[in-house]
């Protein structure tokens, strides 16, 4: 969009792409909760590329030449409350998708030393000094 287009257009294409990254923020829960990495990461380049789109549209609207009207035009004041809370619920939904992919990265860690821990455990020994050796020695020098 060019910088002399309307400020209602920008902001109205503001408002579609703040709910755009809602909806997206939401399906990101659910791709979380099914651990499938692959969508998990083309859900974080999609949100990235929407990100980007929102921080143009937002520099455009700072630099137009009816910015003021957005704090004194009732119409205008009503979309940018809308905006604001939908940002405001992205906010919230991308801190728990945060904390819902550590603990989901956590879970497979603790998995993975679960695994680690296990097959090494067939092949603990311990030393004269009652210490544990991951090396697998027992019996192997045995000739008979």
């Known amino acids: 969009m060019s910088p002399t287009a309307p400020l ?6 503001q408002r579609e792409r703040v709910q755009a990254l809602q909806t997206l923020l939401e ?10 990495s692959d969508d998990i990461e083309a859900i974080a380049k ?5 990100i980007n789109e929102i921080q143009r549209n937002d520099a455009q609207i700072s630099r137009h030449a009816e910015r003021d009207s957005l704090h004194h035009d009732q119409a205008m004041r009503e979309h940018v409350s809308a905006i604001q809370t939908c940002l405001s619920t992205c906010k919230q939904q991308n801190e728990t998708n945060g904390v819902a992919l550590q603990r989901a990265s956590l879970s497979i860690h603790r998995l993975r030393n679960l695994f680690q821990e296990s097959g090494g455990k067939s092949e603990l020994t311990y030393n004269q000094d009652g210490n544990a050796s991951g090396r697998k020695t027992l019996g192997t020098n045995v000739k008979a």
């Open 46 to 50: 999609e949100k990235q590329v929407l």
């Open 27 to 36: 399906q990101e829960a659910s791709v979380i909760a099914s651990r499938v």
């Open 8 to 13: 209602i257009t920008l902001v109205e294409q």
